[in-house]
């Protein structure tokens, strides 16, 4: 299927676990973006890929880790879950000067 | 530090209504705006962006207008149906080198009564 997705949809973990959100897209964009979303925060940027191999830091990057060894795939990684990383998670991608396309989410619940 | 602004918060208007959407933002510098729709439990959907050098962009009933200077945005809707119903976002970039972060509004929930 063309587009961006995320997997999984939905989990729900345990503190201190380590999670990894998947994100592949089929359009080849360069630049892909991870978001999250709180009530009363809006969507929040944790990381962003200018490229493969090429990633930095957004707004709320603490407790995440990211890699992009190929254009397609951008996986997010909790390392050590904690509750307050419970959230909507949103993949997104974009071509350079350009509108960003988000995926559906994935709805990560930490106990 | 962008803030973004989106006033109302929610919003309840009867079929067949005209409606505008307000969007604030407080550092005119930005390189674009884009106003997303996000239906609940679903991702966001693009529905319109606007370089910093336009004025206005249309879609079908849906005319979003910029005026940087002023740091304020508005989405028009026209028309309205139910199928409207939405949360309504609206995301500027910055346009600092290197700035691709968006930086979101919280959204106006936007309630069309049949």
């Known amino acids: 299927d063309a587009g961006i997705t995320q997997s999984p949809r939905y989990k729900i973990t345990e503190t201190g676990r380590q999670v990894t959100l998947m994100c592949h897209q089929t359009w080849s964009h360069s630049y892909m973006f991870w978001y999250r979303q709180d009530l009363g925060h809006g969507l929040r940027l944790i990381y962003y890929?200018?490229?493969?191999?090429?990633?930095d830091k957004g707004e709320v990057p603490d407790g995440y880790v990211v890699s992009r060894s190929k254009t397609e795939n951008f996986p997010l990684t909790l390392e050590s879950a904690t509750r307050s990383q419970t959230s909507v998670y949103f993949c997104?991608?974009?071509?350079?000067?350009?509108?960003?396309?988000f995926g559906p989410g994935t709805r990560l619940t930490v106990t | 530090k962008q803030e973004v602004t989106q006033i109302p918060a929610a919003l309840s208007v009867p079929e067949g209504e005209n409606l505008v959407l307000n969007c604030s933002f407080t550092?005119?510098?930005?390189?674009?705006l884009q106003w997303f729709r996000q239906d609940p439990g679903k991702g966001l959907t693009s529905l319109l962006l606007?370089?910093?050098?336009?004025r206005e962009q249309t879609s079908g009933r849906l005319n979003a207008s910029l005026d940087k200077s002023s740091g304020r945005s508005t989405l028009y809707i026209a028309a309205s149906q139910p199928g409207d119903s939405a949360t309504y976002l609206c995301a500027v970039r910055g346009s600092g080198a290197g700035s691709y972060q968006l930086t979101f509004g919280k959204g106006t929930k936007l309630s069309v009564i049949p």
């Open positions: 606007i370089q910093s050098s336009q």
């Open positions: 890929s200018a490229a493969a191999d090429i990633t």
């Open positions: 997104a991608s974009k071509t350079s000067g350009y509108e960003q396309y």
């Open positions: 550092d005119s510098a930005i390189y674009n």
